[in-house]
């Protein structure tokens, strides 16, 4: 499985980014798709998860102004949508996905993408 992140930029704050994630490879084996952020010497935070029944659980950070969605034509995308973006979501923004761990060909390993960086400007 691959991920591959694309749309960070900067912006100004206030403003807008939508993030993709494109997910190929094995895509049989991914079970769910997160986002993560990364600001450097911090830890990964978590910014959005699925959960069962297709609820997205959001981090208290940007609970109202994020949200995740799936593309239309392509089902193998995801979309982190951003809206009123503060200096403070300054950081790399990586794709995460949980593996089938029921299959044992998917392996029990996390995949993760190489992250996109978003930069907003005070």
């Known amino acids: 499985v691959q991920l591959a992140e694309s749309g960070g930029g900067v912006v100004q704050t206030g403003g807008s980014l939508r993030l993709s994630c494109a997910a190929s490879g094995d895509t049989i084996c991914i079970s769910t798709v997160n986002w993560y952020r990364q600001t450097p010497g911090n830890e990964r935070e978590l910014v959005a998860e699925s959960l069962d029944g297709g609820h997205v659980f959001y981090s208290d950070a940007v609970k109202g102004r994020f949200s995740v969605s799936r593309g239309y034509a392509n089902r193998n995308t995801l979309y982190l949508n951003m809206n009123n973006l503060k200096p403070e979501d300054t950081a790399v923004y990586l794709c995460?996905?949980?593996?089938?761990?029921?299959?044992?060909?998917?392996?029990?390993?996390?995949?993760w993408g190489q992250g996109t960086q978003v930069t907003v400007s005070s």
């Open positions: 995460h996905a949980l593996p089938v761990r029921s299959n044992p060909y998917c392996g029990f390993r996390d995949f």
